[in-house]
């Protein structure tokens, strides 16, 4: 099975091909440095492709991990993904970012704790035992403390790490995952046959944006 992989949720962006009839599986990797996922994701994805001589249309399946994380990021990833299942009719899989990251930890025995930086002093908050998601949630430092009872705590970025360290929780280290880390997961998803429906698909993102926090509220109509 060929598989296309998408992560542009993180400080970097990512793109990974796969074959699963290939030692290894991944056969073509590509980091996009900063915030340049929005102008080089769709060019990449297609010299990639066209390297190996693929067709969209041959793929088994497109992955996307559709947050939390950064809202632009979580957008373009996101979209460009759904446009790449509905012009070809290939099966969309949608991956959370906290599953990804909580996979890092032992394949996801167990249970794990995985936290993002949410900014404005919180946390993206997700529990796993198993690989399967208990709950996801936007947590202050002292509710995620108090909801990681058992089990590995997680984070990629230093910023988490602090955070939580301060309030005297252990936190695991792990590298952001990328694109291709997705992989595991999706192939789960695809030998159970759960595919996510392109229309209905919305980005994970477990809060508002800036724009619905600070928008202000409409003023009331005149009724006379």
């Known amino acids: 099975m ?28 590509e980091v996009l440095p900063g915030r340049t996922s929005s ?7 297609r010299r990639l492709m066209e390297g190996l001589g693929w067709r969209l249309g041959e793929l088994a399946a497109v992955v996307v991990v559709h947050g ?27 991956v959370s970012r906290l599953a990804l990251l909580a996979a890092s930890v032992d394949g996801g025995k167990g249970a794990v704790h995985a936290v993002l930086d949410a900014g404005r002093g919180e946390f993206y908050y997700g529990e796993y035992v198993e690989r399967r998601c208990l709950r996801e949630a936007l947590m202050i430092g ?12 997680v984070a990629c970025e230093a910023k988490v790490v602090e955070g939580l360290g301060a309030l005297g929780l252990g936190v695991r280290v792990a590298e952001e995952p990328l ?46």
């Not at 949720?9 to 290939?22: F, I, K, N, P, Q």
């Not at 809202?71 to 993904?81: D, I």
């Not at 002292?142 to 705590?153: L, M, Q, S, T, Y």
């Open 142 to 153: 002292e509710d995620v403390v108090g909801a990681a009872g058992g089990g590995v705590v």
């Open 2 to 29: 060929r598989i296309l992989l998408i992560h542009t949720a993180g400080g970097e962006g990512s793109v990974a091909l796969a074959d699963t009839e290939v030692a290894g599986a991944l056969v073509a990797t």
């Open 179 to 224: 694109a291709g880390d997705a992989l595991p997961l999706a192939l789960g998803r695809l030998a159970a046959g759960e595919f996510d429906d392109a229309a209905m698909l919305d980005a994970n993102y477990l809060r508002r944006s800036d724009t619905e926090i600070f928008a202000k509220p409409a003023a009331p109509r005149d009724s006379r």
């Open 39 to 45: 102008e080089r994701l769709v060019p990449t994805v």
């Open 68 to 94: 939390p994380g950064s809202f632009t990021g979580v957008r373009v990833g996101l979209s460009a993904a759904k446009g790449l299942s509905e012009a070809s009719g290939v099966p969309l899989i949608a």
